[in-house]
């Protein structure tokens, strides 16, 4: 199983990225995403799910109604576009999967990606 994080980079305040998360192996089980963060010094929270057929989603409340999260299912990736980013959004930015149903939770999901960077700076 692998998951492989792409799309990040440095953003102006109110800029947007769409960060993608190709996923290899998993395609034999229905399998939930999500997105988690990690700011320096911080712990890794819970950034957004999406469910295995896609019409469930969850968002934490710093993110909701700027961030959506998508999937293709037959390209078997992921996406989180992100609108209207703010300088505390910054962090690394993970992609996760678990073969239930979609969680808000870290310790819920069995297979992570390496992350990509996120900075929203001027």
């Known amino acids: 199983v692998q998951l492989v994080e792409s799309g990040g980079g440095l953003v102006q305040p109110g800029g947007s990225l769409r960060l993608s998360c190709a996923a290899s192996?998993?395609?034999?089980?229905?399998?939930?995403m999500g997105w988690f963060r990690q700011a320096p010094g911080k712990a890794r929270d819970f950034v957004a799910a999406?469910?295995?057929?896609?019409?469930?989603?969850r968002y934490a409340d710093s993110v909701r109604d700027r961030f959506t999260i998508s999937r293709d299912r037959a390209k078997n990736t992921v996406y989180l576009q992100m609108n209207s980013l703010k300088p505390e959004d910054t962090a690394v930015y993970y992609c996760?999967?678990?073969?239930?149903?979609?969680?808000?939770?870290?310790?819920?999901?069995?297979?992570w990606g390496q992350g990509t960077q996120v900075t929203v700076s001027s």
């Open positions: 192996g998993l395609t034999s089980s229905r399998y939930a």
């Open positions: 999406i469910s295995w057929s896609g019409i469930s989603t």
């Open positions: 996760a999967g678990r073969r239930t149903i979609a969680s808000t939770e870290v310790r819920d999901y069995e297979y």
